[in-house]
């Protein structure tokens, strides 16, 4: 079985200070990792994904192997960052192909 | 619009009612995702289909619990004799199978059960 861990449930930064967004996971095979994110009264929405290998909104992340991590970085926090975060992971073969994510993470960039 | 619809937004019900959603995909996705959200939690994988076939149903899809795809575009899923403990945002989503695969969300059936 697969699991999502997101440690923080709540974290603030000021803007413009580096923010980084804790997810482990723990899965026997090789996973396919995402960051989703939810903007205030918006839906979830894909922010990237680890296979892309691409930055997106000035967000970075890169999958761990070893420590089974997938932690989203952005040196330079902005106030339109403040949302929901969830980090998720879906087997990369077989055929599961659901999400499973993790509890989520509420950032909140103050001026 | 052209992303995931969800109809209702909003359900209230009593206990031991019957009530169900309707989730409209993409319209060129084949495949198409039902969670379940409660608060303060990620979304829960409930079950799948690829075209009208029901491929994966998890353990949280109780016997009260039914999703039907009856035509390969919309989708249904219809709670049975409803308990408190269902209320819950139920998530829609859908994909093309393609190398990427991305999950596209629609924004939620929020049913709170009196």
């Known amino acids: 079985a697969q699991r999502v861990t997101q440690p923080e449930k709540l974290l603030s930064v000021f803007k413009g200070a580096p923010v980084e967004l804790k997810c482990n996971y723990s899965?026997?095979?090789?996973?396919?990792l995402f960051w989703y994110v939810q903007y205030s009264r918006q839906r979830l929405q894909l922010l990237l994904r680890?296979?892309s290998r691409e930055s997106i909104k000035g967000f970075t992340a890169d999958l761990n192997k070893g420590e089974t991590s997938f932690h989203l970085k952005k040196p330079f926090a902005q106030e339109e960052d403040s949302a929901m975060y969830y980090c998720?992971?879906?087997?990369?073969?077989?055929?599961?192909?659901?999400?499973?994510f993790g509890s989520g993470t509420q950032l909140t960039v103050l001026p | 619009d052209t992303g995931v619809s969800q109809d209702p937004r909003h359900k209230i019900t009593k206990r031991g009612q019957n009530v169900t959603f309707r989730c409209d995909p993409i319209?060129?996705?084949?495949?198409l995702y039902w969670y379940r959200q409660t608060l303060g939690q990620g979304p829960e994988f409930l079950t799948y289909?690829?075209?009208?076939?029901?491929?994966?149903k998890s353990r949280l899809l109780s016997d009260r619990f039914s999703a039907e795809r009856p035509k390969g575009s919309f989708s249904t899923l219809e709670i049975q004799r409803t308990e408190q403990g269902d209320s819950a945002m139920y998530l829609c989503?859908?994909?093309?199978?393609?190398?990427?695969?991305?999950?596209?969300f629609g924004p939620g059936t929020r049913l709170l059960v009196l």
């Open positions: 319209s060129e996705h084949n495949r």
């Open positions: 899965y026997s095979g090789s996973p396919e």
């Open positions: 989503a859908s994909s093309l199978r393609d190398g990427q695969e991305t999950q596209y």
């Open positions: 680890h296979i």
């Open positions: 998720a992971l879906k087997p990369l073969s077989g055929s599961a192909r659901q999400l499973t």
């Open positions: 289909f690829q075209n009208e076939a029901q491929l994966e």
